[in-house]
């Protein structure tokens, strides 16, 4: 029996934006696009402006939705429009952890914009295995919400998180193969393939 016990996560459940900005959020015509750009490293920008004042991001980012086919949208009660998002709109800045070590302990991390999330079935840590490795190996991201379709909202686990990660990492299996992950609420979530 695997160690990750939990659901069928495979690295193909990553759905970060692909490719330049500029094809992230490609609407069809009559589509209003909204001049917002959220970075890879979690700026939001309008109008090539960095947008500063953290309660209006907190709010932006609340109405941030994601289609069908993984366009962005900002949905606000004034208006509807897609944005750019470089990779995804959220970054996983803190990490706590409650319980004992290991298969009963709870990971939890807030974002950016103070979304709170703990991991587990509902909220997998997933790794885009098929995307150019960083120095840290495959990037990890935590799945926030669910956006229409396949499509969900994720947060990028950023490096000093990840670093926090892979101290609490252990030895586990995926489809028969090796790899260290950590437990989050008894499931297992694999972190880097081991030779």
């Known amino acids: 029996m695997s160690a990750h016990d939990c659901r069928d996560v495979s690295p193909s459940d990553v759905f970060p934006a692909t490719g330049p900005a500029e094809a992230a959020a490609a609407p069809s015509a009559g589509v209003r696009k909204i001049p917002f750009l959220i970075r890879r490293d979690g700026t939001w920008l309008y109008r090539g402006s960095p947008v500063t004042r ?3 991001l907190c709010m932006f980012s609340s109405m ?19 944005i750019q998002v470089e990779d995804v709109p959220y970054i996983a800045v803190e990490m706590d ?7 009963h302990q709870t990971l939890c991390f807030r974002t950016n914009m103070d979304e ?11 790794c885009d295995w098929d995307r150019p490795l960083d120095e840290c190996g495959a990037i990890p991201y935590v799945h926030l919400r669910n956006g229409e379709g396949d499509f969900p909202i994720q947060a990028r686990i950023s490096r000093s998180v990840h670093f926090e990660l892979a101290a609490l990492a252990v030895q586990g299996h995926v489809e028969g193969k090796p790899c260290l992950g950590v437990w989050s609420q008894d499931c297992f979530f694999p972190l ?3 030779p």
């Open 54 to 56: 953290k309660a209006m």
């Open 64 to 82: 941030l939705t994601r289609d069908s086919e993984g366009t962005y949208w900002l949905k606000t009660p004034m208006e509807s429009g897609v």
């Open 97 to 103: 952890f409650r319980g004992s070590c290991g298969r």
């Open 116 to 126: 709170l999330v703990c991991v587990g079935p509902e909220h997998p840590i997933l």
């Open 192 to 194: 880097s393939r081991q």
